[in-house]
């Protein structure tokens, strides 16, 4: 796999402490302690992407299974109901979402090296709780919005792209680019629509499919609409490790 060096605007004073911590081998394109190696390919086959992709997943099997019991736990009790729909449900898939980036940074900006978390939040106004507040009211202004709340493939994708977005934010920050934005690029863009349009009539047809299936072999009903919810987060991954990949590539230009 080839490997492309940086040229960015870069204040050094931001980045200064952490160069002197890392030292790159002979050979390796070296810049200001990040190790570069931004292809798609990359980004798939990082560890921490793939840790990130199992304890999602594991998520994701688990809350819409979670949530149609407790759908049927307070089937008399509609406000309830409400208050999970509008509150509790959006504030789950923000908490998945941050973790998922969370865990899969710095792979999923094709970084294999980059400054810890830790320190991109440990001064200024980097706040993990800011993010998952601001992706739990995004959640929440779209399930009150008709229209879009009957769209999950526009709203999860906008979700994950804001949790990865803020994290590439205080990286950017961290390091003083000045060069790097939030726009992933005009290719990127039209294939995450593409995935996600792709994703949603899927799960529709995958969530049915297998949720008539189980229904008949156990006798139940509804488990069409909890796997169609399972497969609508699932194919949020793919979305978001293309955003991460559009944003990462701008260091290695």
Known sequence: MTHRSARLHIDRSGAADFRTRIRDPPGEPYHF???FSVSFEFIIASPAVWVAVVVYCSLA???PVVESRLHKAFAD???MQWGWDRFFAPLVRALMLVT??????PGIFGLRVAPPIV????????????LVGLLFFAGFIASLVPGLARHPEFVLPLQGSLAAGYFFF???????????SLWPG?????VMLCFSYAGHRIAGRLGKFLGDWIDDRKNTRGYDRVIVHMVELLAQVPVILLFGYG???????
């Open 33 to 35: 302690g990040l190790k």
């Open 61 to 63: 099997l688990i809350e």
């Open 77 to 79: 009790n509609a406000p």
């Open 100 to 105: 998922f980036v969370y865990l899969a940074y």
């Open 119 to 130: 320190e991109l939040v440990s001064g200024g106004e980097a706040r993990l709780n800011t």
């Open 170 to 180: 205080w990286l950017t920050t961290y390091l003083g680019v000045t060069t790097a």
């Open 186 to 190: 005009i290719d990127v863009l039209l």
């Open 247 to 253: 944003l990462g590539r701008q260091l290695a230009i």
